[in-house]
């Protein structure tokens, strides 16, 4: 398996520009994970979605953050307006549950810029 | 509140052994999970343990005691490419998954 696929790797924009995020799950897994890494906060949980529906967006910062997950193998991320703040790794990750054992795999990330 | 405590960062000698800890305090305990994760990697799953002892899988091994809220990952054998960050996670009642903040493990020659 190709494992958790996230574009772009690397993205730099300008404050006030939309970014959007992208991932593909792991085919198969009905569990989506968005995460937000930085060295102050480490890692946060934004989002995630179970077989397609969001089910906790707590974590989500505020209204400039919005996911989407239309099908089980796509799902983004989008940022708008961006602001330097948003500087961060954002990860997806994808797990299958299967009883209570949940393990979730990682994607490479994608390293936001934004000046 | 929900909180995880692992050391910030450990120093150990290559083929030598390193215990790091993680403390755990959790609205509720359905697991807990160590990540490693390399510089500009993303974190790759290491152990799973959710009932009290230890569980081995080759150089590594990982322990938990739930009454006390504590769990630890043992490295034996360290290799240089053991220089990662080690991440701590417990599932909560919720079954939400609360990360520590990691533990940066530096190997030296």
């Known amino acids: 398996d190709a494992g958790v696929i996230q574009s772009p790797r690397h993205e730099v924009t300008e404050m006030g520009q939309e970014v959007t995020l992208r991932c593909k799950p792991i085919?198969?897994?009905?569990?989506l994970f968005w995460y937000r890494q930085t060295m102050m906060r480490g890692l946060e949980l934004l989002i995630y979605f179970n077989n397609n529906v969001p089910i906790d967006d707590s974590g989500m910062p505020e209204d400039r953050f919005s996911a989407k997950m239309p099908n089980a193998s796509f799902s983004t991320l989008k940022i708008q307006p961006s602001e330097p703040r948003d500087s961060a790794v954002y990860f997806c990750?994808?797990?299958?549950?299967?009883?209570?054992?949940?393990?979730?795999?990682f994607g490479a990330g994608t390293r936001l810029s934004v000046l | 509140g929900q909180n995880i405590d692992q050391p910030t960062e450990m120093t150990a000698t290559e083929g030598a052994i390193v215990q790091i800890n993680c403390t755990y305090q959790t609205s509720g305990f359905n697991g807990l999970f160590w990540y490693q994760q390399h510089a500009g990697e993303a974190p790759t799953f290491l152990s799973y343990n959710v009932l009290d002892g230890l569980e081995e899988k080759g150089r590594f091994s990982s322990f938990l005691s739930r009454s006390k809220g504590y769990s630890y990952l043992l490295l034996k054998e360290l290799q240089m490419k053991d220089s990662a960050s080690y991440l701590c996670?417990?599932?909560?009642?919720?079954?939400?998954?609360?990360w520590g903040a990691g533990t940066k493990l530096i190997i030296k020659p």
């Open positions: 085919s198969g897994h009905n569990s």
């Open positions: 990750a994808s797990s299958l549950s299967i009883g209570d054992v949940d393990i979730q795999y």
């Open positions: 996670a417990v599932l909560d009642s919720n079954y939400q998954l609360i």
